[in-house]
């Protein structure tokens, strides 16, 4: 199983960004996939979840800015990132629950 992420960049406070993570290889039909995030001197943080039924949940730092979502025929998953703030800078990585990580993409939002 291999997970591509994709979508990171430099944006200013308050713009938005779109991150995509494609699976392929052997994905099972019922999973959960994830974005995780860690900011430089801090340990990863869980930012949202969804479900392959498409059940979500977010980190309370995120919720009503950020939304999860999933193309299950595509095995990729989203993370629109909206009214972004510097404390959003981090590096993403995408997960799947059969335990595998994405290369991480690189979020930097500037004041």
């Known amino acids: 199983v291999q997970l591509q992420a994709s979508g990171g960049g430099l944006v200013q406070a308050g713009g938005s960004l779109r991150l995509s993570c494609a699976a392929s290889?052997?994905?099972?039909?019922?999973?959960?996939m994830a974005w995780y995030r860690r900011a430089p001197g801090k340990q990863r943080e869980l930012v949202a979840t969804?479900?392959?039924?498409?059940?979500?949940n977010y980190a309370d730092s995120v919720k009503d800015r950020f939304t999860i979502s999933r193309d299950n025929a595509k095995n990729t998953v989203y993370l629109q990132m909206n009214s972004l703030e510097p404390e959003d800078t981090a590096v993403y990585y995408c997960?799947?629950?059969?335990?595998?990580w994405g290369q991480g993409t690189q979020v930097t939002v500037s004041s």
């Open positions: 997960w799947i629950s059969q335990g595998y």
């Open positions: 290889g052997r994905i099972f039909s019922s999973n959960i």
């Open positions: 969804i479900t392959s039924a498409g059940s979500t």
